[in-house]
């Protein structure tokens, strides 16, 4: 199943993951325009799902300078392994390694979720989304930053990753996110191209 592929990817990766590299490059880039359109405020509660290494979180934190709670969560033992190494001098960081499915977290809690080039590798994205509306105070939002299939190329790169990656789940379009968030209860708000016919942000509020 996929949730165990990306469980065994995702712990594979973790031994090089925060080696600078252009995948490093490429996401943090997209994680800074994430959280700059987040704009987290001080004192508010946080949390990423996929969160890997941990880097978004303690980044978040550096921001507002660990006034607040941060939490990541991610399904590899050995990304959360080296986020709670990296997140060693920061007091209101914690990390969790679930699946984002059943998120081990309260009720109505979270200003921003953020989700940066994770969501294709969920198994149930159905799933999550009532999870992250369960969450999220009344008035939170979560942005998914991921490939969106508005187009042919998309679509193409989306068929051609299912065939020979079994991490890989689907990839949705702006016309799905907007179905899904409904589904869930969510309020979609609006979209932001980052990389042309790449990735887009997608948010929504409870």
């Known amino acids: 199943m996929a949730d165990k592929a990306n469980e065994a990817k995702w712990d594979r990766w973790s031994k090089n993951f ?10 943090r880039f997209i994680q800074k325009k994430v959280i700059t359109m987040a704009n ?13 290494t941990g880097w978004a979180v303690c980044y978040t934190s550096s921001l507002l300078k660990d006034k607040g709670n941060f939490v990541g969560v991610d399904v590899s033992e050995g990304m959360i392994e080296k986020a709670r190494v990296n997140s060693k001098d920061f007091m209101n960081v914690k990390f969790y390694k679930a699946n984002v499915e059943e998120l081990p977290l309260s009720n109505d809690y979270f200003d921003n979720i953020i989700c940066t080039n994770s ?4 198994f149930n994205p159905k ?5 992250v509306y369960r969450v999220l105070k009344p008035g939170g939002k979560i942005y998914i930053a991921d490939p969106t299939t508005d187009d042919c190329f998309t679509r ?3 068929r051609f990753f299912a065939k020979i990656e079994k991490a ?3 990839q949705y379009s702006t016309r799905e996110y907007k179905q899904m968030f409904e589904e869930a209860g969510l309020q979609y708000l609006r979209s932001k191209t980052i990389l042309q016919y790449l990735l887009k942000i997608h948010m929504a509020e409870k």
């Open 156 to 158: 193409r790169v989306d």
């Open 127 to 131: 799933k999550v989304l009532s999870e």
């Open 40 to 52: 987290p405020q001080l004192n508010s509660n946080f949390l990423d799902l996929g969160c890997g």
């Open 168 to 170: 890989h789940v689907k």
């Open 119 to 122: 969501f294709h590798h969920y």
């Open 18 to 27: 925060d080696k600078k590299g252009l995948h490093t490059v490429y996401f």
